[in-house]
């Protein structure tokens, strides 16, 4: 009975230095997700002015002469980004987002996959040391691993950079980014957006309103050339920022959770542990008892 | 005359202003008051900006553009560095 006794005590120990940690890192997660949520925000005045701009400068164009990162090709290689973060502790969330790429790799891409004619640039540690095992070390950009540690603009701008420079070259045909999206601090979607060719839909929706008398340096059709890769590194960058979050929120919900179930577990730890302390001196007593009523008789 | 100065990172400079001299990729140019609506976008460059009760600022950017309508100008630039 006493050595029971005493490995119920020391799993409530454990149990409740697990319990320390989790917390700890909730608390942690629950600060650095604030500042991601901020990083989010400060970026949107300028993503919003940026797409602004250039439905002024759509709406007021006469033509549309179709930008070059809008060329739609036959697809032969493909690029997938694929965002996760450097630590693990986050619940299913970068899982999900290396489903999401295997998913394209097995339904979308497949034909391509076969041929190893799809590359993948990981960003964070877990979707390298994922895709590192399954795919040839050929097809495995891993030069921007290690981005995650800084995702200041000026830091990342340089990954987006040389995308659209292999796109524009004709290295890739199409190119896909999986990311953990953000909506909330509980909420958040593993998703694979597709980066490039440039979409269409973006140019659809222009209202007749804003069609200001503008003067456009050097012309609208140079501006767009200029406009398009800004918008598209931003959009890169609120991929990055996004998956940020998205990792903080996740390990905040997982962190909750386990600091939950680390409280049910020690109250029946609690429980078990009352109830065989109570066993021991019941039976002590009843030796004692039993002795001195042995005694006397 | 008001303008906001953003960079991806964050909201730069927003205020009052009497003028703004951008590099321009066909010229270097200044906004006064009451300028015409034009969009640009901007060379690597200094850009100048002269606050309202007379005190300047100067800061060096890598690209950008700068739109201006009805005397709100936006100037959305990357890389910036004071000086």
Redesign the interface.
């Known amino acids: 009975m006493g050595a029971n006794l005493k490995e119920v005590r020391e799993r409530i120990t454990s149990v409740k230095s697990t319990q320390q940690i989790t917390k700890a890192m909730k608390m942690v997660s629950a600060s650095k997700l604030r500042r991601a949520q901020d ?1 989010i925000t ?2 949107r ?3 919003q ?2 797409n ?2 250039l439905r ?2 759509i709406s007021n164009a006469d033509q549309d002469e179709g930008s070059a990162f809008g060329q739609e090709r036959e697809i032969d290689r493909v690029l997938i980004v694929c965002v996760t973060s450097n630590r693990g502790l986050a619940g299913a969330f970068n899982t999900n987002v290396i489903k999401a790429a295997r998913a394209l790799l097995d339904s979308k891409y497949a034909d391509q996959f076969s041929n190893n004619k799809v590359d993948i640039l990981p960003i964070g540690k877990k979707g390298y040391d994922f895709f590192r095992k399954g795919i040839p070390a050929g097809n495995i950009i891993s030069d921007h691993v290690a981005l995650f540690s800084d995702l ?3 830091h990342i ?1 340089e990954v987006p950079d040389m995308i659209m420079d292999r796109f524009l070259k004709g290295g890739y045909d199409a190119v896909e980014v999986c990311y953990g999206r953000f909506k909330n601090a509980a909420v958040q979607y593993a998703e694979a957006a597709h980066f490039l060719p440039v979409q269409r839909s973006l140019k659809k929706d222009v209202e007749d309103k804003l069609k ?7 012309d609208q059709q ?2 767009l050339k ?2 398009i890769p ?1 918008i598209l ?2 959009q890169f ?1 609120s991929y990055l920022l996004d998956t940020h979050a998205s990792e903080h929120g996740a390990r905040m919900t997982a962190m909750d959770k386990a600091t939950e179930n680390a409280d049910e577990l020690l109250q029946d730890l609690k429980l078990s542990y009352n109830k065989a302390r109570q066993e021991a001196i019941t039976s002590e007593l009843s030796e004692i008892v039993g002795g001195a009523a042995a005694l006397e008789g | 005359m008001n303008i ?1 100065v ?6 730069f400079f927003t205020g009052e202003i009497d003028s703004v001299k951008v590099p ?3 010229g270097e140019f200044e906004v006064l008051k009451n300028h ?6 901007l060379n690597a460059g200094a850009v100048t900006i002269k606050k309202k009760g007379g005190d300047t600022l100067v800061f060096k950017i890598k ?1 950008g ?1 700068i ?1 201006v ?1 009805s005397n709100q100008v ?1 100037l ?1 630039v ?2 910036i560095e004071e000086s």
């Open positions: 990083a400060s970026m005045p300028y993503a002015k940026l602004e701009i002024n400068i200041s603009f000026d701008v200001a008398d503008y003067i456009f340096e050097p140079a501006l200029e406009l800004s590194r931003t960058h | 906001s953003l960079s991806p990172d964050k909201e321009g990729v066909s015409a609506p034009i969009v640009s976008a690209r553009f739109e309508l936006s959305l990357q890389g």
